[in-house]
């Protein structure tokens, strides 16, 4: 065999996932870990959902519907849009790739943030576009200079909000004003996978900058079952756009891309409200207490308006996150995005925020950070 990989390709790093809990249990012959790492949701799937997928199993010999149908119009209505303006995606992962699919050829620019999602860019690259990457300042969204660079090559702008790492929303007056100067010929991806934790006054009205885009830019906005729903392992995501560019999302993607138990799972976990709300409440109740207690231990917390936040630990972040596995808690070093004192910590159960405490105390005792 001599197969040539291309340069786009070999180039690649490939997307690091949180470290998988299986996996630190097996490496350090630990039992009983946590993971605080990616920014799931500790208190499980939807009850519902559960339900709903064993109910489907008997079924899984037929291909799922290729249409999503009740899923689809469940969304649409829950949006107030139509269901041709919804796009369900395995994962919203997915629904990323198709838009670099459908809109991006080689040669053609997209904008992206850093840090921020690292899955963008790692899909423009296969494509074979080119990045444009504007650093974060302040950890917000460089909106002036992200309109400062767009050329006449840019198709596609990715813009996290709240962003992953650092939790800040963009401001919906910033974000009308930025896409009111962002050209027609351009779309503009927000990726709202956080946005159920948000307060309601700082959620932009995503079904008005849909509709209203003439003489400016298109917008998609990006949404998750894998957060708030408690479905990350189910894979399912969806995304809200102007119908003539879900038609060519349609084109681009797989015939089947979202399972049969997906479909019902997702469907059920929407409609339980019970579930969502509780899961809301937990997650800012635990937020806001684990920021008081790291600040408690002398560290700087960021606000969040996610399920996640960055604490700067005044030390090295990955000897940090190293110690934190021997004691069976998985967290995220931020030193990879350029965060080299910062980690990343995911809202837990109770339980596992307190066990989280304790061994942060720890570790930082055991590596002398001050
Ligand atoms: C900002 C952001 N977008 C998208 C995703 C991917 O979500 P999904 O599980 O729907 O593919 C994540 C996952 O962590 C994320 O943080």
Known sequence: MNIQTPENIASITPYPPGKPLEELEREYGISGS????????????????????RGALEGLHRYPDGSCYHLTQALAARHHLMAEEVVLGNGSNEIIEMLVKAFVQNGDEVITSHPSFLMYQKIVQVRGGVNTVVPLVNMQHDLPTILATITAATRLIFLDSPNNPTGNPIHPLALRDFLNRVPESVLVALDEAYVDFMDRELC????TLIRENTGRCGVVSLRTFSKAYGLAGLRVGYA???????????KVR???????????????????????QLTLQRTRAGLRYLQAEVEKLGRVSYPSQTNFFLVDVHGDATALYEAMLYQGVIIRSMKPYGYASMVRITVGTEEENERFLRALALCLDQLGYR
């Not at 932009?204 to 079904?207: C, E, N, Q, S, V």
């Open 254 to 276: 797989q015939p089947f891309n979202v399972n049969q138990l997906a479909q019902v799972g997702a469907l059920a976990a929407l409609q339980d409200e019970e579930f969502y």
């Open 240 to 250: 809200l756009m102007p119908s003539s560019v879900a038609v060519s999302l349609h």
């Open 204 to 207: 932009p009205d995503i079904r």
């Open 34 to 53: 946590i993971k605080m790492a990616s920014n799931e949701n500790p208190w499980g799937p939807s009850p519902r959902a559960v339900a709903a997928i």
